[in-house]
């Protein structure tokens, strides 16, 4: 067990299943209550819109689409991995009226109850599908650089690859709107320090430049060049749909299970092989990080769990022991890794992706620079369009 720097002792929160093992971020009030389920609850109250709120906001939000969308093949794209999220994002874009394009990840680990989900997702919706397939000697470079290099978040080779290339499509389809599966219901809670920011570029370049074997020459990236004129020129960003919904877990896997034919992984993020050994493997076992606490935490926050099921989920194992030695060995063989290299690795001690370049503070001065000019650059703009 590895406590935070703040505290020696053990806390666990009154009000959710977050404790501060491995968490230097978590505080707690006097009554016990730690910070994320108070942000959660400001969260939920300034970016949740259910009932009739919700309904005309997205009314509103899909005219303007279909209106900026006439005459283009596409009106908006979505990403599809097939889990929870982007299924039921997928489902409500149908549903809407939308055109979307989907767009899906193959970086080498999809299970095949992934595989067959968005294979459903899509015939049954009738929905175009861009599959974006990596380079695996590329990609695996990447992964097996991030491991080396003892970070966190290994999770960012894929999800920048995803961005990027979401990004670059929505440019070549002339649409601006990227519509996303990230919520605040499922996913507002997670401590700053089991993440990285997925579209750092240079953090990744130099990680992979210190530890990589392989050039890369088809791996989709952002730099901070690219961020700014899709962010500023295009105007590009994502829309967040499910805040405008109710969103409760149990009930829209029952509606994605009958109206797609959809089949659960078992565990968020679970339709990819790496992701499932990363997250219930790696994290506890390197890192001291168990993700479910802060999964289970947001469901507790919006009522769809109570904290006594919660500790109970928590009591069970992460893994079976025989599906671990099966899932630990089909890792290590596709990585190129023996089993002495990966012990090795995980051996290793952990550091910070700060250790490493990073376009943070170059990236912060330009969110300031736009947030201290938008009063001139709105002024600007009414004043051309009269």
Known sequence: MVLSEKDNAYRQCSRTVMDNIADPDITF????????????????????????????KLAQLADKIKKD????????????SGGVDST?????????????????????????????????????????????????????????????????????VSDHAIFATMYK????????????????????????????????????????????KVKLKTYPYMDFRKYVYYSAVLRLSPVSILNYVPYNKAQVKETITRELGWRDYGGKHYESLFTKFYQAYILPQKFHIDKRKAHLSNLICSGQLTRESALEELARPLYDPSELKTDKEYVEKKLGLTDEEFAAIMALPVRRHEDFKTDRRIKDAYMNFLHRTAPIRRAVKKIVSK
């Not at 009030?29 to 009739?52: I, P, Q």
């Not at 969308?69 to 599809?80: F, V």
């Not at 899906?104 to 049954?124: C, F, M, P, Y």
Request: charge should be negative; charged fraction near 25%.
């Open 169 to 212: 499509l929505a440019k070549e389809h002339r649409t601006g709107y990227i519509i996303s599966g990230t919520n605040i219901v499922t996913e507002q809670i997670m401590p700053p320090s089991w993440l990285y920011r997925k579209m750092d570029y240079a953090n990744l370049k130099d990680i992979h430049d210190r530890y990589g």
């Open 88 to 156: 039921y994002v997928a489902l409500l874009v149908k549903q809407l009226g939308l055109r979307p394009l989907a767009v899906h990840l193959d970086n080498g680990w999809n299970s095949e109850l992934a595989v067959k989900n968005v294979e459903n997702i899509i015939t049954r919706l009738g929905f175009d599908l861009f599959t974006l397939v990596v380079n695996w000697q590329e990609f695996r470079d990447i992964q097996l650089s991030y491991l080396k290099a003892s970070v966190v978040d290994i999770e960012v």
């Open 69 to 80: 969308g006439k005459g283009k093949p596409y009106d908006c794209l979505i990403g599809l």
């Open 29 to 56: 009030d006097a009554e016990g209550v730690c910070n994320y389920y108070h942000e959660y609850r400001t969260a939920a109250a300034e970016g949740l819109f259910t009932g009739k709120a919700g309904e005309e």
